[in-house]
């Protein structure tokens, strides 16, 4: 049973930096697929904000990239997100999950984060 | 960009009804369009993957189709546990991955 865990502070203050990682239980993140960041701000749609690939490489949301940072800690089986100089606009709910063929199969149950001083 | 655009925004059905929801992209995506359920405060679910393949587990009462740039998600017969926000997304290797503006259907 494929399960993802979002964890991170909940408050961000403007022009920080947004920290969040995703642990995954059940499967070894190193072994295939690619795992991914996906956040819905409050009463809005779901945009993907970027991903990694089971060996490393990352591809990002154009309109994100240089902002967004995926990285990889396959020893404790997580990926993380870092998003820099966050406003109001990036309070949302965060999404990890799972992509297998180029749809997300397995989610985390979300974490709001927050942007005010 | 590839945009995804859903229609209606909005549905107002009765349980037993049959209900078609329509995704239409800027550009063709071949076959690589994906379908999704979600409730109030939940993680979206998947429903149907590459347009028309049925995630295991997923009642078979929904049916994806389409290719190309235009496609449906197809719910035969309305549930009451089917009252959700349903959205599309789609994957293309040069542009990424976006989502629909999504569909709530709502009881009438």
């Known amino acids: 049973q494929v399960q993802l865990q979002e964890s991170g502070p909940g408050l961000v203050k403007p022009s920080e930096t947004l920290s969040l990682t995703c642990t995954v239980s059940g499967y070894y993140i190193n072994s295939a697929y690619s795992w991914a960041w996906v956040r819905q701000p409050p009463g809005e749609g779901l945009e993907w904000l970027g991903l990694i690939y089971h060996n490393g490489i990352t591809n990002y949301n154009p309109s994100h990239r240089g902002r967004a940072t995926i990285s990889s800690d396959t020893s404790n089986n997580q990926f993380s997100l870092r998003l820099t100089s966050v406003t109001a606009a990036d309070t949302a709910v965060y999404y990890c999950?799972?992509?297998?063929?180029?749809?997300?199969?397995?989610w985390g149950q979300g974490t709001l984060v927050s942007v005010s001083s | 960009d590839i945009q995804l655009t859903q229609s209606p925004s909005t549905v107002s059905a009765s349980v037993g009804d049959r209900v078609t929801i329509t995704c239409r992209a800027s550009q063709s995506i071949g076959y690589w369009l994906a379908w999704y359920q979600q409730k109030s405060g939940k993680a979206p679910k998947l429903l149907i993957y590459k347009a028309s393949s049925l995630e295991s587990g997923v009642p078979s009462r929904f049916s994806g189709s389409g290719s190309g740039t235009e496609f449906t998600l197809t719910i035969s017969s309305l549930q009451p546990d089917d009252f959700a926000t349903y959205h599309c997304q789609q994957y293309n290797r040069y542009s990424g991955i976006t989502f629909g503006g999504g569909t709530k259907v709502e009881i009438k």
């Open positions: 999950a799972r992509l297998s063929s180029w749809s997300f199969d397995y």
